[in-house]
């Protein structure tokens, strides 16, 4: 009887109803590591668990490519997203593009991404987290919140929507749009409609609209932000793509959004559920930056990325075939016994920490600083503020086994009021 067949570590539901697989993981970690799996609904793939592995596939991009997707969905939705030149099928992403086309279009962003330049964004960063701390202590400083929708989602979308000219009043739109795409199989989150991918296209569309209004104006009456960036990049002296821009606005908003919400979220829970954490960190604000790497490695938001195999290839003792597809499980390399002591105790001060929660090699996430700034201003500002905070009700996990985490943490709390 092998381990599994794959179907519990790719299905969106089979996440809802069970939580993220750590035992399948934990599991096929010390027993079979490279994994043929042949989940119903999905292509067969190998399961990738082990963080060494991780790291030499990532590495080789020109062997392991990321051009024919990096998402593991079910093959009936992945070949209607792929007929479409509309909406998705009309975006093009720099995550999706393999070497040498890749590294020239990842150019165009990276230098807004920057420590330096992302330490340039700290004021609207600090400003943001202490507005939603703010008014999550209203006058008494006492209350209840879902912390998942009225802190985590609203802190990320603010500094993205500045950074990308998504004006104020369009914010719960942008958020709707981001949630329903990550969240597709959701049915709090999914979008309404009697066929599942006709939403799914109609969203595309609505995307697509929204982006292009916003770049149209850039072209228009470029000013000094990422959006005019994007909307007037030139690749080999040639104006950039319409589908190669819009994917770009695309890949920031969704990359960035849900990824940095669901971090947050989940890093809350772990304080709530290691209260001896919070009050270090409290006593010991020095300890914020790994703290957030710890975070990170923790709740690993991005669960997978899939890869097809473009030559054969053995992978311990296992021999992966040109065209085979595999998918790598970054939450479960980031519970590697042979990197991490004592991987599923949630320290602050883990030191080192070197966890794939944000990628490595080719596709190393753009946006790495922004999303460690961003929590540690929000981490930082609860820290000093929270006095005192509790579980008020069950956290709920998103149907969603790409980009994971909850959709719902209910908790109770006592905040210092705004000075
Ligand atoms: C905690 C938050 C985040 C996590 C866990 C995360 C995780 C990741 C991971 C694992 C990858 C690698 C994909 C691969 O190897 O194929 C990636 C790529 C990427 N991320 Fe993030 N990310 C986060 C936040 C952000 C933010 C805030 C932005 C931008 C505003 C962003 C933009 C991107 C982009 C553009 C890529 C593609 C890079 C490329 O293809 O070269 N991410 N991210």
Redesign the pocket.
Known sequence: MPITDGFDLVSSHAYAEKGVPHDLWTRLRAESPVHRCTADGFVPYWAITRHADVCEI?KQPETFS?AEG?AMVRQDDEEAIRKQNQGFGAMR???E?DPPE?RSY?KI?SPV?TPRAVKAMDDAIRTSAREIVDRLAGETGEGECDFANDVAAAH?LRI?ST?LGVPRESEPHILRLTNQLFASDDPDLQREGEDRRQSLMALGLELYQLFDKIIQDRRANPRDDLASLLANATIDGEPMGMTETLGYYL???S???D??K??LVGGMRAFLENPDQFERLKRHPELLDSAVEEV?RWT???NH?KRRVTRDYELRGQRLRAGDWLVMF?ASANRDEEVFEDPFAFRIDRKPNPH?????????????N??RR??RALFEELARRMDWAELAGDPEQIHSAFVVGLKKLPMRYRIKPAA
């Not at 929660?357 to 190393?364: K, M, P, R, S, V």
Request: glycine content about 10%.
């Open positions: 990532s990321s990096i992403v720099i995550i593009m890749h990842r962003a991404f990320p993205l950074m890949i920031t908003f990359a960035g959004h990824t940095t669901n971090s990170v690993s938001p991005v990325m970054y794939l929660g944000f990628g490595i090699g080719e596709h190393f996430c753009l946006g790495a922004l999303a961003s929590q």
